[in-house]
């Protein structure tokens, strides 16, 4: 265990193109953290194997989106020099690690994590529920502590996850020695990007229900959805007043919007609090603040809709980034578990006192 760095490691589920709750919740933060300097190493999974636990009948989807990702990493900023980017199947270590942990954790503790609830219900699961997502938190936990990951980026609905990860450092530690780092949440400083809502205003943008804004979306298509976002239903003539509790452009607008975008796009008004109270009052129609934040989004995605372009020219290069960074992920992860095994007591071959001592016991027969 590397003694004083601080390491981060997060990642995503290869299910699809990451969309905008992605960005505010984990992306745009991601690329701030690494230009900050302040890291010593950090890591970002593509989950492909705990994808594959409720896709196990769809592989393909898992399998052409793991680029998907990767491009979408690449055009929001993430750079392979300064962040390692690793497909989880191909560290062979992490189910190794992942194996020991089960032995740590009971099934009603799994059963009892509100994240995994909430999940089976989304996917039907409660009657035939598939062992390998069960134990998906377990996983994760090996994931993190196998690259000493000091620091773990979440979003609010990944909280439960971390406190399991937790729980297993400290099982293994007191079981074995303390070589497993306990790593610290870090959640989104604008609480409007913890649980961006979907645009239908669904609780959570999600790619299964279609209520969300891919990065990749070309602006007409942002334009359209934009329009389209649920507001206030009672808000139905211009002049009635409206409601900003629930109004899905304001949460957005509450994530993305600055006054200098005021300045720009809606110079009628100096801030969003100016924005709020005149639609609370009525007299401001939602056209208008839906073109407002239309603007805002196009601003944003715009420079990464093009970088993603100019990597889809590139494609044998970006899965060479790929495999190149998978195998520096790799050579961590070999050498962690060798820390683990010692740990453990089942390093048989490299334990040479274990050795004398079955030489000396056995030596005299």
């Known amino acids: 265990m590397e003694k004083n760095k601080k390491i981060i490691l997060t990642g995503d589920r290869p299910t699809g193109k990451l969309h905008l709750g992605h960005y505010l919740g984990s992306l745009k933060n991601r690329v701030r953290l690494q230009d900050s300097g302040e890291y010593d190493e950090i890591y970002i999974e593509i989950a492909d194997t705990q ?8 592989i393909e989807k898992v399998r052409q989106n793991v680029i998907e990702v990767t491009l979408d990493y690449l055009a929001c900023g993430i750079d392979p020099e300064k962040t390692t980017i690793f497909v989880q199947s191909q560290i062979p270590e992490l189910y190794e690690l992942t194996s020991y942990y089960l032995n740590l954790v009971t099934l009603s503790r799994l059963q009892r994590n509100p994240t995994i609830k909430d999940e ?15 134990t998906y938190p377990v996983s994760q936990a090996a994931d993190i502590t196998l690259f000493d990951a000091t620091v773990v980026p979440v979003g609010e609905d990944q909280a439960p996850m971390l406190e399991q990860t937790r729980e297993l450092v400290k099982s293994f530690n007191n079981s074995y020695k303390e070589v497993i780092v306990n790593p610290e949440m870090m959640l989104p400083d604008n609480k409007a990007c913890l649980r961006l809502p979907g645009l239908d ?9 279609g209520n969300c804004i891919y ?4 602006a007409e298509v942002i334009e359209k959805k934009v329009m ?8 139905i003539k211009v002049e009635d007043p409206g409601k900003i509790e629930g109004n899905v452009v304001f949460t957005y607008l509450d994530a993305f919007c600055t006054d200098q975008h005021f300045e720009k796009y809606l110079p009628e008004y100096k801030n969003l609090d100016e924005l709020k109270e005149h639609y609370k009052k009525g007299g401001l129609g939602d056209v208008v603040i839906k073109k407002f934040l239309n603007n805002i989004i196009q601003e944003e995605l715009e420079p990464i809709r093009n970088r993603r372009k100019e990597y889809e020219k590139k494609i044998p290069e970006v899965y060479e980034m790929l495999m190149k960074s998978t195998q520096k992920a790799r050579e961590k992860a070999i050498s962690k578990i060798a820390e683990v095994r010692d740990a453990m007591g089942i390093n048989y071959f490299d334990d040479k006192d274990l050795i004398e001592e079955q030489t000396s016991k056995y030596g005299d027969n």
């Open 51 to 58: 994808a594959i636990t409720d896709n196990f009948h769809n």
């Open 120 to 134: 089976m219900k989304l996917r039907g699961f409660e009657k035939s529920l598939p062992m390998g997502f069960l």
């Open 201 to 209: 205003g669904k609780a959570k943008m999600s790619k299964s229900l």
């Open 215 to 218: 990065l990749s979306d070309e």
């Open 228 to 235: 389209s976002m649920y507001t206030d239903p009672d808000h």
